[in-house]
């Protein structure tokens, strides 16, 4: 099994900036692919930004120039940098981890941004 404990949400203004991490733990031999997803009231999860095992990284079109995700490979974590938020940005906050078939998910993190 692996554990996946994300960190770091909270309340900001419009324009500030908050950074999350998410640490791996347990049974960790071969991660595929790290990534960030987020789900506001009301809508359904979507995928922010991702990392691959290979270092390619993508991101969300409303995230892109703003959001930075990037990894410690020597502890398995894995952070989100979120600069210039918007109240649109407001939602939970979840990591995922795939490997080999398996995908995790962490318990999420609240990310509120205020206008």
């Known amino acids: 099994q692996v554990q996946l404990v994300e960190s770091g949400g909270g309340l900001v203004q419009a324009g500030e900036s908050l950074g999350l991490s998410c640490a791996a733990s347990?049974?960790?031999?071969?991660?595929?692919?790290m990534a960030w997803h987020r789900q506001a009231p009301g809508k359904q999860r979507e995928l922010v930004a991702i990392l691959t095992s290979g270092g390619n990284r993508n991101y969300a079109d409303s995230v892109k120039g703003r959001f930075t995700m990037s990894r410690n490979g020597t502890k398995n974590t894995v952070y989100l940098q979120m600069n210039n938020l918007k109240p649109e940005d407001t939602a939970v906050y979840y990591c995922?981890?795939?490997?080999?078939?398996?995908?995790?998910w962490g318990q999420g993190t609240q990310v509120t941004v205020s206008s």
């Open positions: 347990g049974n960790i031999f071969s991660i595929s692919s």
């Open positions: 995922n981890l795939r490997q080999a078939s398996s995908t995790y």
